[in-house]
Nanobody, 124 residues
Framework: QVQLVESGGGLVQAGGSLRLSCAAS????????MGWFRQAPGKEREFVAA????????WYEDSVKGRFTISRNNAWNMVYLQMNSLKPEDTATYYC?????????????????WGQGTPVTVSS
């Protein structure tokens, strides 16, 4: 069992930056691939980024490539999402998720544990 708690969301102007954090419980954090997803009001939850168990590989949704960076610290059971050059269309609740699968995935169904989400609002 893994419990995930996100933090770091808030209100920011377009062009600004935010760093989201996700704290994971449990002693097996490094055995999970991790992902960030987001859900805007009235829309389906969508993939943002994923990172491998070791942190050596990352994968990004096209609209955030070059602006967002996913990272992790396995010693601290933490995963991060650095978001730069934010746009109003990035406004959403952001969720951290953990997957037992070794390979990276953008599919919601392949993630086993989810956090409660942290809201991000980007004003124009």
């Amino acid at each position: 069992q893994v419990q995930l708690v996100e933090s770091g969301g808030g209100l920011v102007q377009a062009g600004g930056s935010l760093r989201l954090s996700c704290a994971a419980s449990g002693r097996t954090f490094s055995s999970y691939a991790m992902g960030w997803f987001r859900q805007a009001p009235g829309k389906e939850r969508e993939f943002v980024a994923a990172i491998s168990r070791s942190g050596s590989s990352g994968w990004y949704e096209d609209s955030v490539k070059g602006r967002f960076t996913i990272s992790r610290n396995n010693a601290w059971n933490m995963v991060y999402l650095q978001m730069n050059s934010l746009k109003p269309e990035d406004t959403a609740t952001y969720y951290c998720a953990a997957s037992r699968n070794e390979r990276l995935s953008s599919r919601l169904s392949e993630y086993d544990y989810w956090g409660q989400g942290t809201p991000v609002t980007v004003s124009s």
